[in-house]
């Protein structure tokens, strides 16, 4: 299986989604700003390469496009990419966050950048259960561990076991689609 994802390969989730799909046999290739994908400096010419390049993936994980909705563009464009090629047997799993059914003012972009993730995640994700079309998942997480001192007191998610869960995703039988999946640390 080829999985491609967004995010260092060497860094953070990215690093254990990897090691954990790699064990298992599967080829992982990932887009990020230390091998010439930054999604900062001309975003529109990025999100194009990484959609040309995502076109042998079977499943493609959108992990770190967060910069002006970056996640977004480049899920909505990839996924209408896909449908339009009758790619229904691949899958798309967004990575948001928990953050984004908060209900008070924000002043950053994050929130609203998770927020509009999950809304577009979950419309693709509607197509996929009732039309011949990619399966989108939308995985909501929380803090994870690597942001426990950024958040003390709080507890963190073990990111090996969020990439477990990434995993669990990607084997489920091809008549059973999970649309949306949170998972926050009890406090």
């Not at 299986?1 to 989604?17: A, E, H, P």
């Not at 798309?92 to 577009?120: A, C, F, P, W």
């Not at 950024?150 to 969020?162: A, E, Y």
């Not at 084997?171 to 640390?185: A, F, G, R």
């Amino acid at each position: 299986m080829n999985v491609m994802m967004t995010g260092n390969r060497d860094k953070d989730l990215c690093r254990y989604i990897v090691k954990r799909f790699e064990a298992e046999g599967h080829n992982c290739r990932c887009f990020s700003r230390s091998n010439g994908y930054d999604f900062k400096d001309n975003p529109t010419e990025v999100i194009a390469r990484v959609i040309k390049e995502v076109e042998s993936a079977d499943i493609f994980i959108n992990l770190y496009t967060i910069y002006f909705f970056n996640a977004s563009v480049l899920a909505h464009k990839l996924f209408n990419q896909w449908l339009e090629k009758g790619y229904s047997d691949r899958r798309i799993i967004n990575v948001g966050s928990t953050t984004d059914r908060v209900q008070r003012g924000k002043r950053n972009l994050y929130h609203y950048e998770k927020r509009i993730l999950r809304e577009m995640s979950s419309g693709h994700s509607i197509l996929s259960v009732w039309d011949q079309a990619p399966k989108v998942t939308h995985l909501s997480i929380g803090t994870l561990e690597n942001r426990a001192e950024d958040n003390p007191g709080r507890k963190c998610l073990d990111m090996q076991k969020v990439a477990d869960y990434i995993y669990w995703l990607t084997q489920q039988p091809k008549d059973i689609h999970i649309n949306e999946l949170s998972i926050d640390p009890v406090q």
